[in-house]
């Protein structure tokens, strides 16, 4: 999909593996080709290496050659014989969704995975398939249009199997994880949440013990939501009240980072600062209110720490869920990056403190900080531009 100016294609994920299993069945991948956007969710015949080799395969392969305009049916050919053979069941597939997003319109294609679901204003939304045959493969089709606010959620069969035999006796059935998403606040939520409370469900009816490699990837088409980040004066004095005046002519959330910036900040508008008292927690400073700012907190240390959770997300999405009931600054300052920021502009303060040089505070410290958050963010799919001044 093109996206337009006001429109962002949000993903989201989660993925468990099967009890006791070191690799995941399940893989997935997003690809891009000029402008179209293609992720393939695959799940492996079986669990552990075979399964990984066999998913993998399968998603790369369909994501590559989709991603380049080629037909369908040729991509699942190369996959039927590129794929080896499993020797007790004596097959050589992989089951696998794929979704195609251009210009506002999905392309759903289905092969043995559970459905894909569709939600639109918070609901379920039926939507039409056709049925074609590739060799022996019965393959489902779906041309979707979208719309801001529609959300589709991909999964394997580890999530519609969750709790067989434990807390769900048939299964989590698709029906039942639709009735459990329309309960959700959808539209207030991101595809991130979304997957993340999918996951744990499925974790919480398996009594924390899966049976099945389970993976689920959610696809939101959002409105854009900017979060402008001041870290760090100006490298030149004479330039605060110009860098100052272009922060707050920009439109979204405004986070000051860094004691130094607060103090320019709250000079700049004649507001006072004001420390906010239940906030602070053993190693992150406490966080501060300045009228027409929506978030004030200390530098260095609680950017190091956001970027440490940051990270954490990354290699575990179920984490996400536990950044709710903390009131830390780095925490809501990591939840507000993951959760609700599209893109995020940082304005990078050039300023060096001579008393800092050397220290854990030190600009060169502060910078290589601001690089990393600026490379994690993009592993998400945020839009990040960083202007220094």
Known sequence: MAETEFQFLETGWASVNKQDETLCGDFFKSFE??????????????????ANILSTLTTTILGTMLSRGIPLDECINTVATTLPICRTR??????????????????????????AILLRQGKNLNYPHNIHFIGEKEIHESHIPMITGDILVLMSDGITNAGVGKLAANGWKREDLIAFLERLDLVKMSAAQIAARIVNCCLTLSEDSLDDD???????????SVVNMLVGPPENKEDDNCVLKLFFAKEGTRVVCGGSTANAVSKYLQKPLVAIADSATRGIPVMSRIDNVDYVT?????????????????????????????????????????????????YFGMAANNLHEGTEFDFQTKLSLIKQLEECLQRMNKHVKISFC
């Open 90 to 115: 004596k097959l050589a597939y992989a089951t696998f969704t794929v979704l195609q997003i251009e210009h506002n319109r999905a392309y759903l294609v289905q092969y043995s995975n559970p459905a």
């Open 214 to 224: 389970t993976t689920v990837l959610v696809i939101k088409l959002r409105e854009r």
């Open 298 to 346: 200390e530098g260095v240390i609680t950017l190091k720490k956001v970027l440490e959770l940051c990270n954490t997300y990354l290699e575990d999405p179920l984490t996400l869920l536990t950044f709710y009931h903390k009131k830390d600054a780095a925490s809501v300052l990591s939840l507000l990056l993951i959760e609700t920021a599209t893109d995020i502009n940082i």
């Open 33 to 50: 080709n000029n402008g179209k956007k293609v992720f393939v969710l695959s799940d492996g015949l079986g669990s552990g290496v075979k």
